[in-house]
């Protein structure tokens, strides 16, 4: 394994407390912070495979968890705009977001357009069970994805 893994891995304490900092930086970075999750996951499986799939489920969840978040965050702050204008919001930009509804919520696995989105369709009042489902869905594929294929390109090492 690459030194700067190691390091990385020491930071984190992955050997110590594995899943639920995986968990953390997994919810943290599907918030608007600028914060990846990929790199915990893929220290935690190459300093143990066997947790391949508890590391998916666990960051999928903590993910799903923060763009829920996200949700809330969205819904509350187009209820707030409404109080302050004194008359519900229109946003025509937003209105193929509406058309897709939270189906366009399969897309919160992108790159920095991800996590707002979360947000926005808390803004539009989206349903939001069905929302949720779709992130999961959408962030369960991008770890298996990501993870197999960084599992593959850099097999584990003997240290």
Not at 32 to 40: M, Q
Not at 46 to 54: E, G, Y
Not at 55 to 83: E, K, P
Not at 140 to 153: D, G, I, K, S, W
Request: a positive charge; aromatic letters at 12%; proline letters at 8%.
């Amino acid at each position: 394994m690459a030194p700067w893994m190691i390091d990385l891995a020491h930071w984190l304490a992955l050997p110590h407390n594995g899943l639920a900092t995986v968990f953390i930086v997994a919810l943290v970075s599907a918030t608007l912070l600028p914060l990846g999750s990929e790199p915990a996951v893929f220290a935690l499986v190459q300093l143990n495979p066997q947790l391949f799939w508890p590391a998916i489920l666990v960051a999928t969840l903590g993910n799903t968890l923060g763009g829920a978040i996200s949700w809330w965050m969205g819904l509350g702050t187009h209820s707030a705009v409404d109080r302050w204008r004194g008359k519900p919001s229109e946003v025509k930009a937003l209105a193929w977001l509406q058309r897709f509804g939270a189906r366009a919520c399969l897309l919160s696995w992108l790159p920095i357009v991800g996590d707002p989105l979360c947000a926005v369709a808390g803004w539009l009042r989206l349903p939001f069970w069905p929302c949720v489902a779709y992130m999961a869905v959408g962030k369960f594929a991008r770890y298996l994805t990501m993870t197999a294929a960084l599992v593959y390109l850099w097999p584990q090492s003997t240290i």
